[in-house]
């Protein structure tokens, strides 16, 4: 299979503030905004259960996460993304969220030789203010359908390239 439902499960010692989502529990940042917690643990259906570690940094709006095979010759990282909405004319906005998933493999040179290169996954989510949690959770879900159907749509998109 190329891809694999992929269930989260953070896990902090704080409680589930302003959380809907029954898979895992944030925790609150020193701003009073919801956060991931300090680790995520993925289970998928054909990898055994991976703990990834909050990776410092100073940037807003922004979570790293490293795994556990994650070096410095070879990352294996996992970047959540969001942007608030900014109200504009007569519209509230549109909240952004992205997940972001970078794993560096060893691939084969034109020369016989090998090197790294990054192979990334990305899905990202643009949803007006004003949207209820089931058409959030909707659009969440045709995206995981989608994602699920790797004869149908993953791999000739993938592979062949054949839209």
């Not at 795994?67 to 004319?89: C, D, E, M």
């Not at 994602?147 to 993938?158: F, H, R, Y």
Request: proline fraction near 3%.
């Amino acid at each position: 299979m190329l891809f694999s439902i992929i269930i989260i499960e953070c896990q902090r010692n704080y409680e589930c503030n302003s959380i809907r989502c029954s898979s895992y529990r944030g925790g609150v940042s020193r701003k009073g905004k919801t956060m991931l917690g300090s680790t995520i643990t993925l289970t998928t259906l054909v990898d055994p259960e991976e703990v990834y570690t909050r990776w410092a940094t100073n940037e807003a709006n922004k979570s790293h996460y490293i795994g556990p095979s994650h070096s410095a010759v070879k990352r294996q990282i996992i970047n959540f993304y969001r942007t608030s909405a900014k109200k504009s004319g007569n519209s509230y906005g549109v909240e952004k969220a992205a997940i972001k998933f970078t794993l560096d493999i060893d691939v084969d040179t034109v020369d016989g030789g090998t090197t790294v290169a990054p192979l990334i996954g990305e899905v990202s989510f643009a949803m007006p203010v004003g949207a209820t949690d089931a058409q959030k959770l909707a659009l969440i879900n045709k995206m995981l359908d989608m994602l699920a159907l790797d004869t149908a749509v993953m791999e000739p998109l993938l592979q062949t390239l054949d839209l």
